[in-house]
């Protein structure tokens, strides 16, 4: 696992270099790694580098002698080529100097950021739980209108019931009623009615 992140991270800095000096905060974008495994592997790829460019080829064994007869002569060169060679170290190491200046500004400036989101995170969560406090008084609001309103139709429903008993009762007895009247009409009719008599032969 970890040589797989060494190739992510060296893979990413080798891209990179090709266009700017390679960042902690922009190896481990392109890497996607951590910070740590990032700043880590950049710097061994980093020294790895200085390495190669510093090496020097060893000489082969056939111009030995003649090195050795020309070292006079190439003293002052080699003189001129260590100068401009300390010279290119040292712009070298100012520039790994901005460079890590730049590191820590961008390291910086992502610390910077963390308080903010935080806070922007914690405001909106307030919000969503302001919102689902209201939404709950809403519903509890609703809940109890619904069950106050259910009692009043339960209410309603038995005195609603207890009046279709009584009229029902009312009814009946009037169907009662009517029928001991019809009764007693009819009684009436056939007393009053006079008797038919016989016709004369």
Known sequence: MTSSVKDRVFAAAE??????RPTVSTVRAAAGVSNADATRYL????????????QVAA???????QAARLA????????????????AVE????????DKDLEIAELV???????????????????????????????????????SRLADIRVEE?????AAADAEKKLAAAEARISTLEKVHNALLQ?????????DA
């Not at 891209?15 to 700017?20: C, D, L, V, W, Y």
């Not at 000489?59 to 002698?65: F, G, K, M």
């Not at 007393?191 to 016709?199: A, D, F, G, I, L």
């Open 158 to 162: 038995r005195e609603a019931a207890s």
């Open 191 to 199: 007393r009053v009615s006079p008797e038919t008599k016989p016709s």
């Open 109 to 147: 400036a992502d610390l910077d950021k963390v308080p903010a989101e935080k806070e922007a995170a914690a405001a909106e969560f307030k919000a969503r739980i302001t919102s689902l406090e209201s939404q709950q008084r809403t519903l509890e609001k609703r809940l109890a209108d619904l069950g």
């Open 91 to 98: 712009a070298a190491w100012a520039q790994e100097r901005r």
């Open 59 to 65: 000489t082969p064994p056939a111009l030995l002698e």
């Open 72 to 87: 006079a002569a190439c003293w002052a060169e080699a003189s001129t080529l260590a100068a401009e060679r300390h010279t």
């Open 15 to 20: 891209q990179i270099s090709a266009e700017r």
């Open 43 to 54: 710097k061994e790829w980093s020294e790895e580098k200085l390495a190669a460019g510093g």
